[in-house]
């Protein structure tokens, strides 16, 4: 069983289109949360989510919105894509300060 | 400010050897590191962690050190295998509900 999963694996579109990016943990974790992961491979957190309340928002665009109908799934919707979107994002589950962030195999979106 | 870094980009190794991967972290009040591993077209993988508390922690083939006063952590690899080859995070969390700083990235190249 995955415990981190996202869809889709691989998201091609063009520019000014809106879509969105789904995650599910099946873990009990209480917090989620979505990383963006640059061509240099930096790895830079975007949001978390704590029972349906944003905790982080760290400085992306207002284009990027999360949103987590219940513990388990957090969403990322992205409005009017820019080509400097294309990355790979990836959803992050956790529980407790004092233990490791559980990933999924992230989504590789190019903005053409 | 925070952050993590890593002392190479690229480490190669002969198949059977161990491995060493380097990181330093500048003045936190973080008193959690964890080390992941990032196969190609994979979400990062925990390998282990260890709290300010500890010295050292081991685990199967691999053992985290963690020099507090020079602010320094390795990540040993003992007797390296192929699919060890990845590229190793460090990074590091603080209390509550905040996520994760990542550093660069080392990408280990096990040569046959």
């Known amino acids: 069983d995955t415990a981190v999963s996202q869809t889709p694996k691989y998201l091609v579109t063009q520019m000014g289109n809106d879509k969105s990016i789904k995650c599910e943990q099946n873990?009990?974790?209480?917090?989620m949360y979505w990383y963006k992961q640059d061509s240099k491979k930096f790895l830079k957190i975007m949001f978390s989510?704590?029972?349906?309340?944003?905790?982080i928002n760290e400085t992306v665009p207002n284009r990027f919105s999360p949103k987590s109908p219940d513990k388990a799934h957090l969403n990322l919707h992205i409005n009017s894509l820019e080509l400097g979107d294309s990355a790979v994002y990836f959803c992050?589950?956790?529980?407790?300060?004092?233990?490791?962030?559980?990933f999924g195999n992230g989504t590789r979106l190019t903005v053409t | 400010g925070e952050s993590v870094g890593l002392h190479l980009p690229t480490l190669s190794v002969q198949e059977g050897d161990n491995s060493i991967i380097n990181c330093a972290y500048s003045?936190?009040?973080?008193?959690?590191f964890i080390w992941y591993k990032q196969e190609s077209g994979k979400g990062p993988q925990f390998i282990i962690d260890?709290?300010?508390?500890?010295d050292k922690r081991q685990g199967q083939r691999v053992t985290v050190l963690l020099n507090k006063t020079v602010k320094h952590l390795s990540l040993q690899i003992a007797a390296t295998q192929p699919g060890d080859s990845a590229v190793y995070f460090c990074a590091k969390r603080g209390g509550g509900a905040d996520g994760l700083t990542f550093g660069k990235g080392t990408h280990l190249i096990i040569q046959p």
């Open positions: 260890i709290r300010s508390n500890m």
């Open positions: 003045n936190s009040a973080s008193d959690y």
């Open positions: 992050a589950s956790g529980q407790g300060a004092w233990s490791p962030l559980h």
């Open positions: 873990l009990g974790h209480d917090t």
């Open positions: 989510y704590n029972n349906k309340e944003l905790i």
